[in-house]
Every structure is written in structure tokens, then in C-alpha cells.
């Protein structure tokens, strides 16, 4: 594609000599028909590569989707197989005590995700469901309170996404590797007294402290979500924003 796009400039620059010579000999009828030719015939390869480039970057983001799609649901297989295995060693042991508790676990994280699928904005469920896709330094956890669902919820549910998802980048790219235990970030959706809380709770180190605080200020600028206070310490932060009115 990089080919071809330097190609579509060339070819747009070729378009230089006509017009110049026109400039020299600007009575020339004939001049001016092939210049009109040379001009006709760059204009429709650029709109040519155009499009090749267009269906390119489609192909590839389709591409990149499908296998990021791949990786979360092979996560998942992995995780439920994994659950499936340790509840039916306890049926065949006959630990029903055990049993008990890894059901109740299963449904937990059954509910935890049924809870996730509803927030109602796509690129933010999409981003949760495959974070552990992104990183090994850090595992994400979510809580969030019955019934949210953003879009029915805050003004532009978009924006509100986007700065949860950047929040979140911060911290998954502030996190410190291989420090032994993986770094554990804990965020917790909840509507109370009109507002939409997001409460981010970080266990683990830091590249650099004020890294983070630099990264952080410069994210929520003018983000659809602002801190509650301005001294907040990376291990536990919060963030809020106003609740649509009933019937607006």
C-alpha cells in the first residue's frame, strides 16, 4: 500500500509539466487538449488508488478485528474449560461443599459479564471482553451496579466510553512489568444521587509516578468524565459525571 500510495503522487505531480507548458505557450489548442488528456488521466488514477487504498485499510481492519475476536473468545474458552475441569473434579470426589462454591463462582462471573454485555456501547464492551488480549502486566476487573446501560444513561455515552477506555490505557501502560504478581486494576461503575461514578483501584507499581499523573491530567482535559477532587493518588481514583434527566 505504501507503494502505492507514493506511486498516486508521482503521478499527481506529473501533472506539473502540461500545466507549465500551457504557462510557455498558452495559445495552443493543442497543448491545451493534452494537457486536459494528461490532467483527465492523473485525476482517475489518483481516484483509483483511492479506493484500492480505501478497500485496503477496510481488509485490514476487518482483519485485525477478526483475529483480536479470535484471541478473547480462545481467553474465554480457556477460562470456562478451565472452571469446567475443577467442577467436575469435585462431583467426582464428592465435595459438594467445593462444588457449591465453584458454581456459585461460575455464576458470579456469568453475571459479571451478562452486566458488561449491557452497557450499551460497543467499542467499550469490546475493549473489556478482550483486555487480557492487550497485556500481561496488568488484569483488569469490573463491577458494575444492576441496570447500567450508558447509552439510557449520561448525554453521550461515546465520549464517556472513550474516556473509560483511555483511563484504563493509562494505567495498562503506566503498569510496571515483571515485577512478579501481575498488577490488578479494579474499576467499579455505580449511579448514585444522579451522578455516574467510575472508581479505579489499583494494586501493583508504577513505571513512574508522576508519569502516570502527567498521562492522566492530559486524558481527562476536557473529558466527558472529571475527577471528584483534584489530589487523587493512582490507587484510587475517582471520576464522575451528571446522569441524563428521566425523559430528556
Known amino acids: 500500500m505504501i507503494a502505492m500510495t507514493k506511486a498516486k503522487y508521482y503521478v499527481a505531480a506529473t501533472a506539473i509539466a502540461p500545466a507549465a507548458a500551457l504557462l510557455v505557450w498558452p495559445g ?18 489518483w481516484i483509483r488508488s483511492e479506493r484500492m487504498e480505501h478497500r485496503a485499510r477496510i481488509t485490514a481492519t476487518i482483519t485485525a478485528m477478526q483475529s483480536a475476536g479470535v484471541r478473547t473468545l480462545n481467553h474465554h474458552r480457556h477460562d470456562w474449560m478451565n472452571d469446567l475441569q475443577v467442577l467436575y473434579g469435585y462431583i467426582r470426589l464428592g465435595k459438594l461443599d467445593k462444588t457449591v462454591g465453584c458454581v456459585e463462582k461460575i455464576r458470579d462471573r456469568m453475571n459479571a459479564e451478562s452486566a458488561i454485555s449491557r452497557l450499551g456501547v460497543p467499542s467499550l464492551i469490546s475493549y473489556i471482553q478482550s483486555f487480557r488480549t492487550l497485556t500481561n502486566s496488568l488484569a483488569l476487573e469490573v463491577e458494575i451496579d444492576n441496570g447500567i446501560n450508558l447509552q439510557e444513561m449520561v448525554q453521550d455515552a461515546e465520549r464517556v466510553a472513550e474516556t473509560l477506555i483511555h483511563t484504563i490505557n493509562v ?77 430528556a
Open 28 to 45: 495552443s489548442r493543442l497543448l491545451i487538449i493534452g494537457c486536459l488528456i494528461w490532467i483527465g488521466a492523473a485525476a482517475a488514477y
Open 171 to 247: 494505567y495498562r501502560l503506566s503498569a510496571k512489568p515483571g515485577t512478579g504478581e501481575q498488577a490488578l486494576l479494579r474499576l467499579r461503575l455505580a449511579a448514585e444521587s444522579g451522578m455516574l461514578y467510575a472508581s479505579f483501584y489499583y494494586d501493583g507499581e508504577l513505571i513512574n509516578e508522576r508519569q502516570w499523573q502527567h498521562k492522566m491530567k492530559e486524558q481527562l482535559k476536557g473529558a466527558s468524565l472529571s475527577p471528584i477532587s483534584e489530589e487523587q493518588s493512582y490507587n484510587e481514583m475517582v471520576l464522575k459525571t451528571e446522569l441524563r434527566e428521566i425523559g
